[in-house]
């Protein structure tokens, strides 16, 4: 009977991997951005609100340093020249207008349908005779105003104003001597490529990076280095440091439990056997979380796998068990043990069941995972473990444990539990007292990138003079002429907002491309080539230029009286499209067209927020001011809470159980004090630590609750026996002994968000295991005594 | 005979090291010139006298006398214009043609020879006694600019620059011989 439950046990055991296995292998999809597991902010009116995602993540921005001026210049254009053609490439700049580029073109014949000044007045003949007059300075001087070529087309100097307007919306670097862009220290030259591909492709963006380095090695320029910066190689560095600590976490903290296990069994079968459970576990979860999300997010899988830490317990315990001279055979002790063990694993069950059913995708997938591989571990460990045992160490049992206690945590004095219950009073005084609370809000914080990436970032976008991102006003509407016109309508209140000192300045995608409106305006207030011409001959009367001098001029104003308007579909490749594109995009969704009016200099974010709340825009457009730094603070608070929530939530539901399960109040409460204490005393410590409590802190807390319910439960456990109780101390102590090195491993890691788990953890462990440890029942003690 | 069999590059390049060693100067010097503008924009041809002064290490004026006169004094990266009793300042990166055209002069002037073939293609005719320099920016954007400059002196001393536009405008400069202010 008994052969026969373990063989079908084994066999359970051995399809449920096949299947694990086999999901794996044909769907297993492991996505390891960032953006799938932190949560992007989206507006009130879905619009996604990552300033990473959209247009402005495809740009890299490339700063070249080393070496001199000439050098640095012959780099930037060597680059330009290599790269420009590559097909994930959409474009690379480094100041340098190219002469021949058809964009220009399309600029200078289209100039009359761009220009800010074209109106009526500014072809009057006296504003005529003022732009003659400069341009004939102009052909005498060394320094003209206009370039020379350009007179007899262009004489009221339409292009530099069209230039200037671009200029002003896509950035303002400065030109060096060279003719390209340098920063203001004139130490870099700056280069924007423009990707192919998608922002958050990160394969594709890890390529191109890559390719432009490689393109800068083949230059063959010693002095020189290329730094790269832009949201995209963030994302791909990121990702590339969340697998390097990743591997070298998993493999450290597996040797150096290797090495505990080792050093504390005296046998090598424990160190492998320990790992049966836990990898079921892992194999089980990540098919699960595969069949549930379609994909396992990585981070998931690293924490998930850290979290199953309390699944290594389980063994653990069965082996601290085992022992010679043993009690009883293996198979008994799993069944004697499996109470405590159910216990425990079922009330982390419960606790991860909350957390999985949150809108958080990641904090879902971790949920999900860790639940699924503690109860799979917990069965194995229950049905199958003791099956594995060979047979002579079945028969004769483990050498007696290596783990020197202390003789004060068998009979903990009573001073001891006195010491505890002030601590934790203290504990409550602290979290209580600190105002506020020190939690962090910032979602960049729990994001992996170095801080000089950061700051690299930040001072080529400014001297690039491309705009902070973090104010802006968002129109939507139905149609892109709709939103340009929504936006042109809130020049003059813009303007007001300036003057009265609220806003600094603004860019809008109508600077770049007018409304049809508008540029029909100005197409109609370009003279007749008749009046024209007449205009000119009385405006340039005694300024010596010959007759027809100026016919390529009457020849441009007539083509633009007849041209067709401008749509942003029909803007070519090319500086004008580079600068309308962040600025006015159709909606992914294929539901409209949104504009952006970026801000800058933002003094009173409530005054602009009430601003547009006012304002009506009219024509089946809406307007709304986004504060997007505001915006993922808040989804940050949202889910905050939303956790705070699942974890109190989750401690009453255990209470739930183990009441129901137990039926001992007595026990309960033992057990729930503890818990409780060793999460009090864990924040407060993290409190006077000064460290900023994260979303990924609070993950740690309902991992910490888990553990503290695992040795809570056993210590509570009534034993009558001295060395029943003494085998109970040493287990619990190995598995906090080995969860203290694999969290301590952890706190070492340089990304914040592990190191924020590993910190929590081991506080947690010491503490929970110190509360559970106080809070033990004293009949053990009266009876050795 | 024997010049023919020596590499031309290496007789240019001897050639022009002499040109510079002879238009070389560590102090301030100053050349009267006439101009003679062609202009297809212009019903006749504009002729006007003036004055470049170079000071050492590396400022240049240029002074033009007459109705539209002017005075360009250039100091590193600043330009300074001073026009009808006003004077504004520019930075230079924003009129590259004269930019090159100063550091022409700086290059000439102070026996660079390292910047000035960076700059420009050159093609050097004539001897050292009476030379012709044809110099094509580099620069991509300032050729289209200013296709060409010719650049002509004997001995140690530069007599004319024609400066070709595009749109068919031309500078003719002719200098009178340096006067070094002592």
């Known amino acids: ?785 | 005979m024997i010049a023919l069999l020596v590499p031309a590059d290496a007789t240019a390049g001897d050639t022009l090291d002499r040109i510079l060693a002879g238009l070389a100067t560590d102090r301030d010097a100053t050349l009267a010139f006439e101009e003679r503008r062609d202009d297809p924009m212009l019903e006749f041809p504009e002729t006007r006298s003036g004055s470049l002064s170079f000071e050492p290490p590396d400022t240049l004026i240029r002074q033009v006398d007459g109705p539209r006169g002017e005075k360009v004094h250039i100091e590193g990266d600043t330009l300074t214009l001073e026009r009808r009793g006003s004077s504004r300042e520019i930075d230079l990166s924003e009129q590259p043609a004269l930019a090159t055209l100063a550091g022409l002069f700086r290059a000439l002037l102070t026996d660079d020879r390292e910047t000035l073939e960076g700059d420009f293609e050159i093609d050097l005719s004539g001897d050292a006694d009476a030379w012709t320099l044809e110099l094509v920016p580099r620069d991509r954007a300032l050729r289209r600019m200013v296709p060409e400059l010719t650049l002509s002196g004997t001995d140690g001393e530069l007599r004319e620059l024609v400066t070709i536009e595009s749109g068919g405008h031309q500078s003719r400069m002719r200098f009178e011989p340096s006067q070094y202010a002592d």
Request: aromatic share 6%; proline share 6%.
């Open chain 1, 1 to 785: 009977m008994h052969g026969l439950t373990s063989r079908i046990a084994l066999g359970l055991w051995l399809i449920a991997l096949l299947l694990a296995a086999l999901t794996l292998t044909l769907r297993g999809e492991l996505v390891t951005d960032l953006q799938g597991f932190a949560p992007d902010p989206i507006s009130e009116g879905g619009v996604p609100l990552d300033p990473g995602a959209g247009p402005a993540g495809r740009i890299l921005l490339l700063a070249i340093e080393g070496g001199d001026a000439r050098a640095r210049a012959n780099a930037s254009d060597a680059l330009v020249a290599a790269l420009e053609d590559q097909t994930d490439v959409a474009g690379i700049h480094n100041g340098r207008l190219n002469p021949d580029d058809p964009a220009l073109d399309f600029l200078l014949e289209h100039r009359y349908l761009l220009s800010p000044r074209v109106n009526a007045e500014h072809f009057e003949e006296a504003r005529l005779a003022e732009h003659l007059e400069a341009r004939r300075d102009d052909l005498s001087s060394s320094v003209p105003e206009l370039p020379r070529e350009l007179i007899p087309r262009d004489p009221t100097a339409e292009i530099p104003a069209v230039l200037e307007q671009l200029a002003a919306g896509g950035g303002r670097a400065t030109t060096g001597p060279q003719g390209i862009w340098i920063d203001p220290d004139r130490e870099r030259a700056l280069l924007v490529l423009r990707g192919g591909a998608d922002g958050m492709d990160l394969d594709a963006q890890a390529t191109l990076i890559e390719r432009t380095q490689a393109t800068f090695a083949e230059l063959d320029t010693p002095d020189l280095h290329l730094r790269i910066a832009g949201p995209a190689v963030m994302a791909v560095e990121s990702r590339a440091t969340i697998r390097g600590e990743v591997t070298w976490i998993t493999a450290g903290a597996s040797l150096a439990l290797a090495a505990l296990l080792l050093a504390v069994f005296r046998h090598p079968h424990p160190v492998w056997l320990a790992a049966v459970p836990l990898a079921s576990g892992i194999l089980v979860a990540a098919a699960t979380v595969t069949l549930v999300f379609g994909h396992l997010h990585g981070i998931a899988l690293a924490f998930g796998i850290t979290v199953l830490g309390i699944a290594l317990d389980y063994p653990l315990h069965l082996f601290a068990h085992a022992q010679r001279p043993r009690s009883a055979s293996i198979p008994d002790i799993a069944r004697e043990l499996w109470p405590a063990i159910a216990l425990g694993a079922g009330s982390t069950v419960l606790v991860y069941a909350l957390m999985a059913m949150t809108g958080f995708s990641g904090m879902a997938q971790l949920g999900l995972f860790v639940l699924t591989g503690v109860a799979v571990a917990a069965l194995v460990t229950r049905w199958i473990l003791p099956t594995l045992f060979p047979a002579r160490l079945r028969n004769e049992g483990l050498p007696p444990l290596r783990l020197p206690l202390p003789s004060g945590l068998a009979h903990p004095p009573v001073w001891a539990r006195w010491g505890m219950a002030g601590l934790t009073l203290a504990a409550v005084v602290v979290i209580v007292t600190t105002e506020p609370f020190p939690w962090e809000d910032r979602l960049s914080a729990l994001h992996p990138v170095p801080d000089d990436q950061v700051a690299l970032d930040q001072e080529l976008r400014e001297a690039l003079g491309l705009p902070d991102v973090r104010h802006a006003l968002l129109i939507t509407g139905e149609t892109p002429e709709q939103v340009l016109q929504a936006s042109e309508a809130l020049e003059i209140s813009l303007a007001a907002l300036q003057t009265a000192g609220t806003l600094g300045d603004y860019d809008h995608a109508a600077d770049v491309l007018p409304s049809q409106a508008r540029q029909k305006e100005r197409q109609v207030a370009l003279p007749t080539p008749d009046t024209l011409r007449e205009r000119l001959g009385a405006a340039s009367t005694g300024l010596g230029f010959r007759d027809g001098a100026f016919d390529p001029f009457v020849a441009d104003i007539e083509n633009a009286r007849q041209q067709s308007l401008l749509t942003p579909e029909a803007l070519p490749e090319g500086p004008l499209r580079n600068a309308l594109e962040p600025l006015l995009q159709a909606r992914e969704d294929g539901t409209g067209w949104i504009a952006w009016v970026r801000l800058q200099g933002v003094h009173d974010p409530d005054a602009l927020a009430q601003w547009a709340d006012d304002i009506s825009t009219g024509n089946d457009t809406a307007l709304q001011y986004i504060d997007f730094f505001r915006a993922s603070e808040e989804l940050v608070i949202g889910f905050r809470n939303e956790a705070l929530e699942r974890l109190a939530l989750g401690i009453l539901a255990v209470a739930l159980l183990l009441l129901a399960v137990t039926g001992a109040p007595g026990r309960s409460l033992r057990i729930l004090t503890a818990v409780g204490t060793g999460l009090l005393l864990t924040v407060a410590t993290l409190v006077l630590m000064g460290v900023q409590l994260s979303l990924f802190h609070l993950i740690a807390l309902l991992l910490i609750t888990g553990l503290c319910l695992d040795y809570a439960v056993f210590f509570s456990r009534p034993l009558r026996e001295a060395a029943a109780r003494l085998r109970n101390l040493r287990s619990v102590s190995v598995c906090a002994l080995s969860t203290l090195v694999v969290f301590g491993l952890l706190s070492l890691s340089s990304l914040p968000v592990l190191q924020a788990m590993g910190l929590t953890v081991v506080l947690g462990v010491v503490f929970s295991f110190f509360a559970a440890a106080l809070l033990a029942p004293e009949t053990g003690q009266q009876a050795a005594a």
